[in-house]
């Protein structure tokens, strides 16, 4: 039920900083993170997204043995949601290393107006 679930306070900048695996897939949906942005603990105010990755860079992630699995994977434009926007949500992945020594990071900066 917890499973990479959970809640993550920026610090005083503003910035979330999290460790996770790479995202798996599922059919009709494309590599995703599941994300929501408050203005302040106690807001009612949300922003509910997704995060996605290129292409490109999650075909060179799949192609590892731990994440290699039958099926055809859904492409980013076979995706509704992505379709709806999902490019202004793609991260911008940058990093060294393969297989298990592998460090990457994915950047993306969300903002939101807390209206009153």
């Known amino acids: 039920r917890t499973f990479l679930r959970g809640a993550q306070p920026t610090g005083s900048d503003g910035v979330a900083v999290f460790d996770t695996v790479y995202p798996g897939w599922y059919p009709g949906r494309t590599v995703h993170i599941h994300v929501k942005v408050r203005p302040d603990r106690t807001s009612n105010v949300v922003h509910t997204g997704q995060l996605f990755f ?7 992630v799949m192609a590892h043995a731990a994440y290699a699995r039958s099926g055809q994977r859904t492409r980013n434009a076979q995706d509704g949601i992505y379709r709806g926007g999902g490019d202004r949500s793609t991260l911008a992945v940058t990093g060294t290393g393969t297989g298990d020594a592998a460090r990457h990071r994915g950047t993306l900066t969300l903002g939101i107006t807390n209206a009153v």
């Open 54 to 60: 290129d292409d490109s860079y999650t075909d060179t």
